[in-house]
């Protein structure tokens, strides 16, 4: 029978020939392991340097890794079974750092660490829950994958994981079983050699398989931009985009090596979840097998054999997938990357793209319209000149000043900012800020756009913006630093949210679902404001995927301007669930978003729920009251 001895047992001597043989597996394992980890550390280092990288400052670095690699919060967060199992066997290979070097050296004779001594005999215990833990947390992983199977890990079966995740086990048992044996008991070598060999043959495969991640993400996380989605600069005349392999930096090649396959990304990815060809894991597999097979000195082309332009074409840009990636993949640069090299090359060639990029170039609105429309509306909706004298310049946008249902918005919106007697006015001459151009690739016209503006606000002395547009407040607050300093800019609802206890309260009952617009919560990180302006109107429903979760409306990256969608609409998706809250009324916060679900919801008829963006909800009390 088993019985539980009070310490970790341990081989009592090992001869001349054990150790020998010990010194042989290790360097073996050793040079399996550099065999493939030197090849990739090379194809890293040899990529080119991120000029706009920075280091410093170093604290936001170091909070995000102690967060997401330490305590692995994203991991759990997202996925909370998945999430804490793999949490589990992280924080057990932690915890056996420590006894995996001792085990060594035991066998070399130069044991550090005393199962019978106070420390040792602590530790040792310490690294069996979390052997336990660990164990638990495999079994249950290979049980996902093997046997529940989601469909975001793929149609083939991972032998390679299966091979893993029996190692760990087995390292983990061999572990565990040596609490129940004494050190003079022939089955304690046993155990010892069982659980070297399992180590040696995990460090050696590490490299050659996905698991390569254990090694490369702590430093893809530490190492990221620093930022959401941020877009390099275009560094000098022969920087056009991601082209060819000589154009992969270093991180892009360092986070292509670090992806761990697990279809987070494409789970959440709204082109990937409507039958398009788009498929984020797929486009930063499709980086690693041309850094594989070509290396990053290349010449090809990144768009043809290992990814398509066509599904380059295909993001929103709504962020699901940079939001969700465990191993800090920045998805949006390299996709944005592609497709700046596909339109400064003229690869890509699309009718809507090129008459957007003209209609921006000469009229420097998305529409195509000429300037004088938007004049004749600021005069019809009685909208304020801004002089340098108010509190805030109100933005258009290209829907604010151009669109019918957005100009609405803006209209309801300078009645609401009248009623609370905010100075504000708008500007003559305002051009798009270059949101579409900016994800299409076109840096070319994105900078006269930015410069143009930044230009205008500096002669009027704006200082405050205040736009009913999150693609605007992101593009004028991040993008726009490239080429100047912007003034102060923030989403209406949080103008909203500030003024709440001004505004009214409609005591109706109506219920109201909230659409998170991708550009105000994965990337603003801003929820609760338009909520807070929700509650006012009437009851806030949710559906099903919200807040970080929301799933987009299809219209961002400039995607809105081009032609008709291959597979379903995913506005029409997103509408269907809005729908089935049974909600009232849905609440936008995003002339864009608005603009999708008005035609989506269009085809439901008489049974829509109606559709108003938080300035019409709220506006609307105006009158009530
Ligand atoms: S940004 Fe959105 S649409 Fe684009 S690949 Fe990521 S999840 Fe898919
Ligand atoms: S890119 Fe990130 S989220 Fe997507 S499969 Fe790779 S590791 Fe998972």
Redesign the pocket.
């Known amino acids: 029978m088993l019985t539980l001895t009070a310490t970790l047992a341990e081989p009592e001597h090992f001869s001349l020939v054990e150790k020998l043989l010990l010194v042989v597996l290790v360097a073996a394992s050793a040079a399996g392991f550099w065999r493939r980890f030197g090849v990739v550390l090379h194809k890293i280092l040899k990529s080119k340097k991120d000029p706009s990288f920075h280091l410093f400052p170093i604290g936001k670095r170091v909070w995000d890794f102690v967060c997401e690699v330490l305590f692995q919060t994203k991991v759990i967060r997202q996925r909370p079974l998945p999430g804490l199992a793999h949490a589990f066997v992280f924080w057990g290979f932690c915890a056996f750092a420590l006894v995996t070097l001792n085990h060594f050296a035991v066998g070399l004779g130069l044991g550090f660490l005393n199962p019978a001594g106070f420390f040792g005999r602590f530790y040792t215990y310490f690294a069996a829950v979390f052997a336990i833990a660990c164990a638990a947390g495999i079994f249950g992983l290979f049980v996902r994958r093997f046997l529940v199977r989601p469909k975001w890990l793929g149609k083939k079966l991972s032998w390679e994981s299966g091979f893993i995740a029996f190692l760990i086990f087995l390292l983990m048992v061999t572990y565990l079983a040596s609490f129940f044996v004494g050190d003079a008991d022939p089955a304690t070598r046993i155990l010892w050699w069982v659980h070297s060999l399992a180590i040696l043959i995990f460090l050696a495969i590490i490299p050659h398989t996905k698991h390569l991640h254990l090694i490369l993400s702590p430093a893809t996380v530490f190492l990221s931009r620093g930022g959401f989605?941020q877009i390099p600069p275009l560094v000098g005349d022969e920087d056009f985009g991601l082209i060819a392999g000589t154009d992969l930096t270093r991180l892009a090649s360092l986070q292509a090596y670090s992806c761990v396959e697990c279809g987070r990304?494409?789970e959440?990815?709204?082109?990937?979840n409507t039958g398009k060809l788009?498929?984020?894991k797929e486009?930063i597999l499709g980086l690693r097998s041309y850094l594989n097979d070509l290396g990053p000195a290349s010449e090809e082309p990144l768009l043809g054999k290992y990814n398509a332009q066509e599904a380059a074409f295909?993001?929103?840009?709504?962020?699901?997938?940079?939001?969700?990636c465990p191993v800090g993949i920045e998805?949006?640069p390299i996709?944005v990357g592609l497709r700046r090299g596909a339109v400064n090359t003229g690869a890509w060639e699309d009718e809507y793209g090129s008459k957007l990029f003209l209609a921006l170039e000469r009229g420097a609105n998305a529409h195509g319209l000429p300037a004088s429309e938007r004049d004749k509306f600021i005069e019809k909706a009685g909208l304020p000149i801004f002089d340098g004298t108010q509190e805030y310049c109100l933005w258009l946008g290209c829907m604010g000043g151009y669109d019918p249902k957005g100009r609405e918005i803006i209209a309801d919106f300078a009645r609401v900012m009248n009623y609370l007697g905010t100075s504000f006015g708008v500007l003559r001459k305002e051009k798009c800020c270059g949101d579409p151009v900016r994800r299409l690739g076109n840096d070319l016209v994105f900078q006269q756009l930015a410069e143009s503006n930044l230009e205008v606000f500096e002669q009027n002395k704006a200082k405050k913006i205040v736009s009913i547009c999150p693609h605007c407040v992101r593009t004028i607050q991040e993008d726009w630093k490239e080429f100047g300093t912007p003034p102060q800019v923030e989403h209406h609802s949080e103008f909203l949210a500030r003024h709440a206890d001004k505004l009214p309260k409609q005591a109706n009952g109506e219920s109201i679902v909230f659409h998170d617009p991708?550009y105000l919560g994965r990337y603003r990180n801003v929820y609760e404001q338009p909520r807070t302006v929700v509650g006012l109107a009437g009851e806030l429903v949710e559906a099903p995927r919200n807040h970080e979760r929301s799933f987009?409306c299809g219209a961002?990256?400039g995607l809105v301007f081009l032609g008709e969608e291959s597979g379903e609409r995913?506005s029409k998706v997103r509408a269907a669930e809005l729908v089935a809250t049974g909600a009232k009324t849905v609440g936008t916060a995003c002339p864009f978003c608005n603009s999708m679900f008005r035609d989506a919801l269009a085809e439901k008829g008489e049974c829509a729920p109606q559709l108003l963006d938080i300035a019409q909800l709220t506006a609307r009390g105006l009158t009530e009251n």
């Open positions: 989605s990304c494409t959440h990815c709204p082109a990937a788009l498929n984020p486009i295909q993001c929103t840009t709504c962020g699901a997938c940079e939001f969700q998805h949006l996709i991708c987009c961002g990256g995913v």
